[in-house]
């Protein structure tokens, strides 16, 4: 059980779900489920950043992330076939989808990418990488229909909520906010973040309260935290999908 759970968190399997499922949720209430195409951009483009991110910073992640950074290490070649496909994949059905996908993807590609110098900057690092995540999961599915007027609803709960896992992230590398105020702090923003989504999207017209679960779930495991590798990586980073998919099973309005 051990060895599928390192396989899951430390290959970013988890996270490359978390995005289709969001995805699939922020679709779905915009009154259009995502292609299948459009689920594997969002897995595929995800399993590439982050991939290629522990590939490439593997000094910097020895202290904060040992396990993890023995795993890159022992499978690097598998992990570096697995990114190069995933690039490849994410490119060409973009391409094919159209236009508004390329550019909806291409700023997020490159922000990415400069995500290994980016995050040395950790007081901004739940900024980006939230809006990076919300781009993507909500203006990926955007871009494929007329009707965006609940687009700003989805965005700030899904935008507060992957904010959240990032303060998390942080408190687990014992990165900049949790190095100055410990643990206390920090984690009372994220709950808190979550809880003002989990508000927000009861507060939603229509179809957007089926998101409420998205932060729910994220509250549910900072509730429990523990900030070890395994925790964060599949409880916290797994509330993602748990979160998701419970959206997705309640009835759409």
Not at 15 to 36: E, I, M, Q, W
């Amino acid at each position: 059980m051990s060895a599928v759970l390192e396989l899951l968190a430390y290959s970013s399997l988890v996270v490359a779900l978390a995005a289709s499922a969001l995805c699939a949720a922020a679709g779905r209430v915009l009154g259009a489920d995502p292609t299948p195409a459009t689920l594997v951009i969002a897995a595929a483009g995800t399993l590439f950043i982050y991939n290629v991110d522990r590939l490439r910073d593997v000094e910097r992640d020895r202290a904060t992330s040992p396990h993890r950074t023995a795993f890159v290490e022992r499978w690097r070649p598998a992990l570096l076939g697995l990114a190069g496909a995933s690039a490849a994949a994410a490119a060409v059905l973009a391409l094919r989808a159209g236009p508004r996908v390329v550019i909806a993807l291409a700023p997020i590609a490159v922000l990415g990418l400069a995500h290994r110098r980016l995050k040395q900057f950790a007081w901004w690092k739940p900024f980006y990488v939230s809006g990076a995540w919300t781009a993507v999961v909500v203006g990926l599915p955007a871009a494929m229909v007329e009707r965006v007027r609940d687009v700003p609803w989805i965005a700030a709960i899904v935008s507060a909520t992957i904010a959240a896992n990032v303060i998390a992230s942080n408190l687990r590398d014992q990165e900049a906010p949790a190095a100055r105020f410990g643990a206390r702090v920090p984690l009372r923003i994220a709950r808190g973040l979550v809880l003002g989504a989990a508000a927000f999207a009861l507060l939603a017209p229509g179809g957007v309260q089926a998101l409420v679960p998205i932060p729910l779930a994220t509250l549910a495991a900072l509730a429990a935290f523990r900030p070890t590798e395994l925790y964060g990586l599949i409880a916290v980073d797994g509330a993602l999908l748990v979160g998701a998919l419970a959206s997705l099973a309640i009835p759409s309005s």
